[in-house]
């Protein structure tokens, strides 16, 4: 059974936008990469192992093919930071 959880999904981009691109600008996420973090971040699958039901995201790869500077680094930067301090993973590595 799937669901989607908007509240997860506007966290990770609330955290993103709340870091600064390499240029020292605020980083805005584009819509492409806001539909991008949303789908990927907010589409809950729930766990066929936890007798408590609970849900876990359903997707493990985000795979992105954008051509030539369109924020492509700045993006994975950005979830690399998000993954490393603010996912819960108790000693997160990137």
């Known amino acids: 059974m799937t669901m989607f959880d908007a509240e997860a999904a506007?966290?990770?981009?609330?955290f993103i936008e709340c870091l600064t691109c390499s240029?020292?600008?605020p980083m805005r996420l584009m819509d492409w990469q806001r539909e991008a973090v949303t789908e990927f971040y907010g589409?809950?699958?729930?766990d066929e192992h936890d007798p408590t039901?609970?849900?876990?995201r359903q997707y493990q790869y985000l795979y992105l093919e954008i051509a030539k500077k369109n924020g492509k680094s700045e993006l994975a930067g950005a979830l690399g930071v998000y993954h490393l301090y603010a996912d819960g993973e108790m000693n997160g590595e990137v």
């Open 10 to 14: 506007s966290f990770v981009c609330d």
């Open 23 to 25: 240029n020292g600008a």
């Open 43 to 46: 589409r809950m699958a729930q």
């Open 53 to 56: 039901g609970a849900y876990l």
